[in-house]
């Protein structure tokens, strides 16, 4: 159908710019649109008061596609199917009276008239067009691909500063077999293929190198003998590498630093060498340097960070403006490592960089040179290993990846890791067997009704024969407690809150969203009540002694982060007062360092007894339930499932509110669109 054949109802809008104004301001009013998707469209519309409103329209939906972390409006896709694309108007939400929806609009619309529409207009830039007329203009087209000015640009930095990195070939020293086989005494079964291994060798011969791999594989083993297999040459040559590690979170730079403390102190390498490998992980935004109330950092292009080797941990939580900034500020000669797992939730804000990256990973796609050294230099075999060969030298990228397939963690008789890898693999049917199927380590939970009792007593109780559930917590709160004639300057406070903060880990129940009774904030209203009915807490009020909080965002004169879990505790004062609130964090140093924050210096914190998914990334604990919403919603996704299920260490409980919506969830994936491969060519 062409615009010709439209309905006149469905062609109205799209008349007059006025016309469609007005229409969007009534999708604003149902929710099916952003007022800043609105504002932006009102900006063009002042810009140009001509615009066609097609282009106005695309420009919307380009808008409302980045809040939902899509890099750019794809035409063609968006037509084929809108509801999906868009995930407009929300699910269930189909009551729009005599309202055009977003799909009635879209339905029949021609793609190629579309993007004539968008190359015709002075709103809109053509992609390699680099006259000055095309970079003032706010809006840019590629192929298909309609895009706000600044994330095309930060897809072109990517793009660029990539193409340059995987164009280095380092020199590699001739006993780096020999080196290998000091680091890696202790291969995986018979059978197995040493991916870490593989990995640190691959990582030495280029500029760039991506590890990922799932939960239990040995990212943080395969990074901290890497780093090992960098810096002894360079140690013995007088000339040490200067090497940072960094995360996207706080909490994620936390466990960072204490695992590769630990798996430092335990290298097999000269100590002189061990002293070079650092052990403190800093955020990303802390390395660059942000500046407060600005999107700029004291380290760019022209103030480059001074550093050898750049680790980042997490990358999977990297949106694609964070991603642009950190490549601008790398120096030409330093080698940058990426660790992360692919299949995990991408960042909150735009992009999905890590994903996109990683999209030949399963595959391998080894060029027979790649191939042949890798066998070379590490003694492995790639014969049965199942890899697609990349025999016309079409996947460039994918030559500097490495996929760690062997969990650790989660063996075959982990009910955990089976769980998780059939939710990987998009396998509703199976992923439901396991669960019924039950094992020391899952556990489902069906709700009967809103009212069931069966969710508090989960929460507070746990699962299992050492179910630890909120409970365990806030009893060793009372129990473990220094006598109160204590001095506030004894270590037994610290080692007290330690102690707490380390029990709170033992449980975290996950939401897929915020709203709702099976939401975040219904939720730790609803376990609030229970704690306080089983007078575990005794009060219900902002804030209250034992009262765990999430910070929502960094706050760098504390030196808190966002994702930073701390716990209201009852403290004497210096000069031997009464007992006032504090709230506990962790130093995030490695060593169980605590800080003690005044509640009244923290703005941004809430409750957490609930946390949605998204915020749990870079976390691990030790039983984890997620709990599912009675209704489908674009978020649910597998890898949203998947992200759930990996935060469990030792037990997983599925809770579930209405039947199905998980096997739907899991059907489900996300799929984030950019440019950023085809961009590379790989």
């Known amino acids: 159908m062409s615009l010709s054949t439209l309905p006149l109802e469905a062609l109205a809008p799209l008349a007059h710019a006025d016309d469609l104004m007005h229409l969007l301001a009534r999708w604003v009013e149902r929710g099916w649109l952003r007022a800043l998707d609105k504002a932006f469209v009102g900006f063009l519309h002042e810009l140009d008061p001509q615009a066609d409103p097609l282009v106005l329209l695309a420009a919307a939906l380009t808008s409302y596609q980045l809040g939902h972390g899509h890099v750019c409006l794809d035409v063609f896709e968006t037509l084929n199917a809108p509801d999906f694309a868009l995930s407009l108007p929300p699910e ?47 809006l840019v087209l590629s192929g298909k691909r309609l895009y706000l000015r600044r994330y095309w640009t930060y897809e072109r930095r990517i793009d660029s500063a990539l193409r340059q990195r995987l164009a280095v070939q380092e020199a590699v020293s001739a006993d780096l077999p020999q080196r290998l086989n000091g680091l890696f005494q202790q291969p ?143 120096p030409p000669h330093a080698r940058l490592v990426l660790l992360g797992d692919k299949d995990q939730l991408a960042s909150v804000e735009a992009g999905a960089v890590l994903g996109d990256l990683c999209r030949d990973a399963e595959a391998g796609w080894y060029s027979p040179d790649t191939r042949q050294w890798l066998e070379r230099v590490s003694g492995e075999t790639l014969a049965g290993s199942g890899l697609q060969e990349d025999l016309d030298a079409s996947h460039p990228l994918a030559q500097q990846v490495v996929m760690l397939r062997y969990s650790r963690r989660f063996g075959e008789g982990s009910g955990i890791g089976q769980l998780a890898r059939w939710v990987n693999q998009q396998n509703p049917e199976q992923a439901r067997q396991r669960l019924d199927a ?120 504390l030196g808190l982060m966002n994702g930073d879990i701390g716990i209201a505790l009852k403290l004497p004062e210096s000069d031997g007062g009464p007992q006032v609130l504090r709230v506990a964090f962790p130093r995030n140093d490695g060593q169980g360092g605590v800080r003690f924050v005044l509640p009244s210096r923290l703005n941004d914190v809430e409750t957490v007894y609930a946390m949605t998914v998204h915020k749990s990334q870079g976390s691990e604990f030790a039983h984890t339930a997620l709990i599912l919403p009675d209704a489908l919603n674009p978020v649910l996704t597998k890898e949203l499932i998947y992200t759930g299920i990996t935060r469990a260490k030792d037990r997983f409980s599925l809770i579930e509110t209405r039947g199905g919506v998980f096997e739907e969830a899991v059907r489900r994936k996300v799929k984030r669109l950019s440019g950023l491969m085809l961009a590379l060519g790989a």
Not at 117 to 135: I, M, N, R, W, Y
Not at 462 to 486: C, V
Not at 497 to 505: H, S, Y
């Open 438 to 557: 039950g094992s020391h380590d899952l556990f489902c939970l069906r709700l009967k009704g809103e009212h069931d009792r069966a969710l508090e007593r989960l929460v507070l109780d746990g699962q299992g024969g050492d179910a630890q559930g909120y409970r365990y917590y806030l009893n060793l709160l009372r129990t473990s407690r220094p006598a109160a004639e204590t001095p506030r300057d004894d270590p037994r406070w610290t080692d007290w809150a330690r102690q707490l903060l380390q029990a709170f880990d033992a449980f975290q129940l996950l939401c897929a969203v915020r709203k709702g009774p099976w939401g975040v904030e219904g939720l730790n209203q609803r376990i609030t009540a229970a704690l306080l009915k089983a007078r575990l807490i005794d009060s219900d009020q902002q804030w209250y002694e034992g009262r765990p909080v999430l910070m929502t965002r960094n706050d760098y004169g």
């Open 92 to 138: 269930g939400d189909l009551s729009s009276g005599a309202m055009l929806l977003p799909s009635q609009l879209l339905d029949g619309l021609d793609g190629a008239h579309w993007c004539h529409a968008l190359a015709a207009s002075t709103l809109v830039a053509l992609a390699g067009d680099g006259s000055e007329t095309a970079h003032s203009r706010p």
């Open 188 to 330: 995986p079964p018979d059978g197995v293929v040493d991916w870490q291994k593989l990995a640190c060798a691959l990582a030495t011969r280029g500029a760039f190198s991506i590890v990922t791999g799932g939960p239990g594989t040995g990212k943080t083993t395969t990074v901290v003998r890497l780093l090992a297999l960098l810096q002894a040459p360079a140690v013995e040559q007088g000339t040490a590498l200067r090497i940072r590690l960094a995360a996207p979170t706080g909490k994620a730079a936390a466990r960072l630093t204490e695992s590769i403390s630990q798996q430092v102190r335990s290298l097999q390498v000269p100590e002189a060498v061990r002293e070079k490998i650092p052990t403190e992980v800093t955020t990303v935004h802390r390395l660059l340097g942000s500046r407060p109330g600005t999107r700029h950092f004291r380290h760019h292009a022209g103030n480059l960070l001074p550093l050898d080797v750049l680790v980042v941990d997490e990358a999977s939580m990297i949106d694609l403006e964070m991603m642009a900034n950190l490549l601008e500020a790398l």
